[in-house]
């Protein structure tokens, strides 16, 4: 039996645009990881779909990765 197929965008802000594809079940950190996209998960905002989301959480077809870099300032 196949695994499912995950198409995934991560955009990088300020920086690039990935495209992941690879097998389901998935999570955030492992499609940026396979993606080679270095986060720093404290400083980082990683959005999935516009929600606030964290390494662990589960990718479906079609998902939008969104990386903010931190903000500088103060």
Do not use: F, W
Not at 4 to 29: E, F
Not at 40 to 60: S, V
Not at 65 to 72: D, F, G, R
């Amino acid at each position: 039996m196949e695994e499912p197929q995950l198409n995934i965008k991560i955009v990088q802000l300020g920086k690039q645009v990935h495209h992941y594809a690879g097998a389901s079940p998935c999570t955030v950190g492992e499609a940026l990881q396979a993606a080679q996209v270095n986060v720093d998960q404290l400083r980082t905002d990683i959005r999935l779909n516009g929600e606030t989301a964290l390494a662990g959480t589960p990718l479906k077809n079609g998902d939008i990765i969104t990386v903010l870099p931190p903000i500088k300032g103060g």
